[in-house]
Nanobody, 124 residues
Framework: QVQLVASGGGLVQAGGSLRLSCAAS????????MAWFRRAPGKEREFVGSIRQSDNSTAYGESVKGRFTISKDNAKNMVNLQMGSLKPEDTAVYYC?????????????????WGQGTQVTVSS
């Protein structure tokens, strides 16, 4: 059974940085994509970024391009989200997700496995 465990959330001031991690276990995918989504209060879940296991290709949501970087650590089977130049509007619960396959899908319905979410709060 695939398990995703997200960590690293917290409180940070605007302009600061924060790093989230997602540990994956239990999967037998030959190739897969891992992604980060977020949900702010009263809003729909939003695509943040994704990375493909086989070639490290990435995709980002428009609101985070140039500020966030997604990367993976194959040895630890983890995906990281480095967030910089944080803004109050980045405040949300961040979720990691995974799917078998190669498409860097930007919508939540393409992902079969989800972590529990970690809260990120950016103060102004």
């Amino acid at each position: 059974q695939v398990q995703l465990v997200a960590s690293g959330g917290g409180l940070v001031q605007a302009g600061g940085s924060l790093r989230l991690s997602c540990a994956a276990s239990g999967h037998t995918f030959t190739d897969y994509v891992m992604a980060w989504f977020r949900r702010a209060p009263g809003k729909e879940r939003e695509f943040v970024g994704s990375i493909r296991q086989s070639d490290n290709s990435t995709a980002y949501g428009e609101s985070v391009k140039g500020r966030f970087t997604i990367s993976k650590d194959n040895a630890k089977n983890m995906v990281n989200l480095q967030m910089g130049s944080l803004k109050p509007e980045d405040t949300a619960v961040y979720y990691c997700a995974a799917r078998s396959g190669t498409a860097l899908l930007p919508h939540q319905y393409g992902y079969d496995y989800w972590g529990q979410g970690t809260q990120v709060t950016v103060s102004s």
